[in-house]
């Protein structure tokens, strides 16, 4: 991908793009922001910039470039949770690696990727290298749970926070991958503005299906006697409850967007959100509730006809 492509995000990357060349930049970044905002995407690009030997950098042809977008660039390091956690002996491996003399003569490029994995341990294996590494290190540290790492690591980087897009913007990302305009416009609009998350929207092929059976769940409910019906359509989906909460939880905020005259973020869908006799902020902490629920083990039917029971109950359901 080229720069070009990154649109949405060009004053902030041609920003870190000009610190990197002209070496004004720390030897580590933080890139802190919520899942799918392209923190990873853009540490990439960096990354791919130091290595490239093209003119426009990166040219995505030469071959350092080519090295590096097939992964096996000798100089780039990546370490990322194999399981729950980054332990000590995985970051040492890394500070024994970033020793050597990088093999294409520039430097090294590590990638610490969910870096909030780190144990207290790895992390303090890692202080020393982040302060004063032995070669030319870049570290790339990727996470969206900044919180979980020691002040002392924070301190040594420099933090580049990422927001959601707006719909537009992520829009016009999509579009700058390839994506038509209309399903571009769509898929901004379902993933409210994350470019990851519109992309995995985009790869989920039973996503349109079962958004629907969602849909039509919710437009079924009217009284205490209309739960069960509403609700058993969804009650065999094992496994998509995550899912099914999330579209939910897109539904209850253009309804609340609708309900205060703002833009929902499904604008293709404002006559059926108009139609719907749901108030948003009850639907909201519905869903709210119900995923509590099934993190303290309720069943995901009971999860269910709970938050559709309190739905029901006077004033939250427009007769
Ligand atoms: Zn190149």
Not at 83 to 103: F, H, Q, T, W
Not at 246 to 271: C, K
């Amino acid at each position: 991908m080229k720069i070009s492509e990154f649109a949405g995000y060009g004053d902030k990357m041609e920003q870190l793009m000009r610190s990197v060349q002209a070496g004004r930049i720390v030897h580590a970044l933080l890139l802190v922001g919520p899942h799918g905002s392209g923190k990873r995407t853009m540490a990439r690009l960096l990354a791919q910039a130091m290595v490239c030997t093209g003119a426009a950098k990166p040219c995505g042809v030469c071959p350092a470039c080519k090295r590096f977008l097939n992964g096996t660039h000798p100089d780039v390091h990546l370490v990322r949770p194999e399981k729950k956690s980054i332990g000590v002996d995985e970051v040492r491996a890394l500070i024994d690696a970033l020793a050597l003399r990088p093999y294409e003569g520039g430097r090294h490029i590590a990638f610490i990727e969910q870096a909030e994995k780190l144990t207290p341990a790895a992390q303090n294996a890692l202080l020393k290298t982040l302060e004063s590494p032995s070669g030319d290190v870049m570290f790339f540290l990727i996470t969206d749970a900044p919180g979980a790492l020691l002040s002392t690591i924070v301190s040594r980087c420099q933090t580049v926070r990422f927001t959601d897009l707006s719909v537009e913007e992520c829009a016009r990302v999509l579009q700058g991958r390839g994506i038509e305009p209309a399903r571009a416009a769509e898929l901004a609009g379902m993933a409210q503005g994350s470019v990851g998350r519109a992309l995995e929207i985009r790869d989920d092929g039973d996503y349109p299906a079962l958004r629907e059976r969602v849909l039509e769940s919710l437009a079924a409910l009217s009284d205490r006697a209309s739960v069960a019906g509403a609700a058993s359509p969804l009650e065999e989906d094992k496994g998509d409850e995550t899912r099914m909460l999330d579209i939910m939880e897109l539904w209850a905020r253009d309804l609340m967007a609708l309900q205060s005259g703002a833009t929902p973020y499904q604008a293709a869908e404002s006559d059926r959100l108009r139609r719907s006799k749901l108030d948003g902020r009850a639907l909201l902490k519905g869903v709210v509730l119900a995923r509590m629920q099934l993190a303290s083990n309720v069943s995901w039917p009971n999860a269910l006809e709970n938050m559709y029971f309190t739905l029901t109950e006077s004033g939250m359901i427009r007769r």
